[in-house]
Nanobody
């Protein structure tokens, strides 16, 4: 699986952005997809995960209620809608995929795409 994230940019605090991640391959629907981020000077952090169907989602406490992960299996694309953005959300965001069905754990992701920068100004 090859992944390509897009949609990052500069936004003011309180604003919104939607990230997209396009995946190659005809078995996209069978993969658990996730979003991670890495802020400057910090370790990579799990943000959200989604199972093969849109109803199976899991979020880090830091983004719960503000971010929404979704997927369109017909378009081989996973999204991350980010609302009420805060300066501490500034990071490089990565999408990832794994064949495991355990969407509620950040472990086991084996496919990674290049990141997209999100910068939130105060």
């Amino acid at each position: 699986v090859q992944l390509q994230a897009s949609g990052g940019g500069l936004v003011q605090a309180g604003g919104s952005l939607r990230l997209s991640c396009a995946a190659s391959g005809r078995t996209f629907s069978s993969y658990t997809m996730g979003w991670f981020r890495r802020a400057p000077g910090k370790e990579r952090e799990f943000v959200a995960g989604i199972g093969w169907t849109a109803g199976l989602t899991y979020y880090a406490d830091s983004v719960k209620g503000r971010f929404t992960i979704s997927r369109d299996n017909a378009k081989n694309t996973v999204y991350l809608q980010m609302n009420s953005l805060k300066p501490e959300d500034t990071a490089v965001y990565y999408c990832a995929a794994k064949s495991s069905t355990y969407y509620y754990t950040p472990a086991g992701y084996t496919y990674w795409g290049p990141g997209t920068q999100v910068t939130v100004s105060s």
